[in-house]
């Protein structure tokens, strides 16, 4: 589980296909913490560290299955390319965003980003079966960023991105067109199914 609170934007150092897909990622993370087999939120993806290095050359490297890959923008990182990072959460820490799994529903796409204040107000639209999950002062998570959904229009929805947010997350370089992984909220998909029951 985590928070949606990015703790850290790494940068994606190499990407290898040989059978599944691998991941190299420079992070600022001291990785010699991070045991083999734990969990780290990369752009909002849930992935499994699989190798590490030291102290002095920070990276981790994870393992992209097909199914990651069908529905998360993985497929399209390349080298250089920003990837919002945190670490699982434990027993105790402070709950600063919603409860976001690390399981990415589906892709959403940046239509229009305006200034608003010193905030920015970004249009993403998402996937129609997601769409109905999506409320008005609901939460999603955006690349792993937990956010609070302002508005919604059929498939459109839109959210502020102060800027503290602009700042430490890879936000700060997304333009129209992009698109993000899209988490719906964990209580919405509960709901949902129990009404189809």
């Known amino acids: 589980m985590f928070t949606g609170i990015i703790t850290d934007v790494g ?31 990369c752009s909002g993806i849930c992935m499994t560290v699989v190798d590490r290095g030291s102290a002095s050359d920070r990276w981790f490297s994870v393992t992209a299955s097909g199914e990651t890959l069908s529905r998360t923008t993985l497929g399209r990182w390349r080298v250089g390319d920003p990837v919002n990072l945190e670490r699982a ?3 105790g820490d402070e709950l600063g965003g919603h409860i976001v799994t690390g399981h990415v529903d589906g892709i959403a796409e940046l239509k229009d980003m305006r200034p608003e204040g010193e905030s920015v107000r970004m249009t993403f639209e998402a996937p129609l079966a997601l769409a109905r999950f999506i409320a008005g002062k609901g939460s999603v998570a955006l690349d792993g960023v937990s956010l609070t959904v302002n508005e919604v229009d059929a498939s459109r929805f839109g959210v502020n991105i102060i800027p503290h947010t602009q700042t430490v997350t890879s936000f700060k370089a997304l333009r129209p067109g992009q698109s993000v992984n899209l988490e719906i909220d964990l209580m919405a998909r509960y709901v949902a199914r129990l009404i189809q029951s």
């Open 11 to 41: 940068q994606v150092r190499h990407v290898e296909t040989r059978g599944d897909t691998h991941v190299v990622i420079s992070t600022h993370y001291d990785v010699s913490g991070v045991a083999l087999g734990a969990s780290i939120a």
């Open 89 to 91: 959460m434990r027993i």
